[in-house]
């Protein structure tokens, strides 16, 4: 016997409207069960339920059923002062969005609450709009710093997006998750100042998750003018920082760091010893064979293998130069 399904999303429906919450928690999971998208302005009317349950299992069953129409309401969400809801929502709406709902997103983007506003724009950054910029830009002077954070994270996810002065003054930033965010972001723009300040960071920065950030941003840029910089930061007094910085100089470097990467070969982390030893394979200095020869007996398996391929391309180079 066949089971009219009308009837039943109507009997479900209906109990949705139930002054009993047990009832209506009943309802909506056998909406959330029954799958069906008929139901989807009964659960976005759910959304106001004065049970924050009930609203969670519609944000879920809404995200379930993955209809546009749910956008709008779902980011109405996320000034829940319940926290499961916001991030129920927020998970949701990452899956939902696309480039349709952009002036939805950022008219929310107004709106004053705080967590509306950080979550659009982490939203923002699936859509990958440059149109989004100029509505970006004013929280780089926000009062409240995870505000600037997710701003300038954000703005490495628009496209075309090469230089942008504004946000050059967050790598001086007094809070250091906005300084973080702001030397990762700056990896990918060309500002004529960008360099510099990264390598200025790069050596002054107090907090070691700022400068390792830097250097995997000079490790984009590969800038001749880096090297210095990044010859300092291989006696950083933390490995991520000495590690990052050897990496980057993997694109860019020349003799003049070639005592530093050497003594990388040494380094307690066995991290930096493989990166200091790709590098002076790649500088192409012959003059290094000996110090390599001697990390050959390294404890860590990458280590020794990364250390082999270095001699290998050195002794290549070597056979290809004339009269040596």
């Not at 149109?131 to 505000?147: D, G, K, R, T």
Request: with cysteine; charged share 25%.
């Amino acid at each position: 016997m066949q089971v009219d399904t009308d009837d039943e999303l109507n009997q479900w429906v209906e109990l949705l409207r139930s002054p009993n919450l047990d009832e209506r928690l009943v309802a909506i999971k056998s909406l959330q069960h029954l799958g069906d998208e008929a139901a989807v302005y009964p659960l976005i009317s759910a959304l106001q339920d004065e049970s924050t349950v009930v609203q969670k299992l519609a944000v879920t069953t809404l995200w379930e059923l993955a209809s546009p129409v749910a956008v709008a309401p779902l980011i109405d969400c996320l000034d829940s002062a319940d926290e499961e809801i916001r991030s129920e929502a927020l998970a949701a709406l990452g899956e939902l969005v696309t480039q349709d709902d952009l002036l939805t997103l950022l008219d929310a983007l107004r709106r004053d609450d705080v967590n509306v506003q950080l979550s659009v724009l982490i939203l923002l950054r699936k859509i990958h709009d440059v149109q989004a910029l100029p509505y970006i830009l004013p929280f780089f002077e926000s009062e409240n710093a995870q505000l600037r954070e997710a701003a300038v994270t954000t703005l490495c996810y628009l496209n075309q997006v090469k230089t942008c002065p504004p946000v050059l003054v967050l790598l001086s930033d007094p809070a250091e998750v906005v300084r973080r965010a702001a030397a990762l972001t700056l990896g990918h723009l060309a500002d004529d100042q960008v360099v510099p300040l990264l390598c200025q960071a790069l050596t002054t920065d107090s907090d070691w998750q700022v400068r390792r950030n830097v250097a995997k941003s000079l490790a984009l840029h590969a800038a001749t003018e880096a090297i210095p910089a990044l010859g300092k930061a291989l006696q950083d007094e933390h490995w991520q920082v000495r590690k990052f910085a050897a990496q980057a100089l993997q694109n860019v470097a020349d003799d003049s760091v070639l005592p530093d990467l050497v003594q990388g070969l040494s380094d307690e982390y066995p991290d930096v010893r493989r990166d200091a030893a790709i590098a002076l394979g790649n500088l192409g200095n012959p003059s290094v064979l000996n110090s390599l020869q001697q990390t050959l007996d390294d404890p860590d398996v990458d280590v020794r293998i990364y250390t082999q391929r270095a001699m290998q391309k050195l002794q290549a180079s070597r056979q290809e130069l004339p009269n040596v």
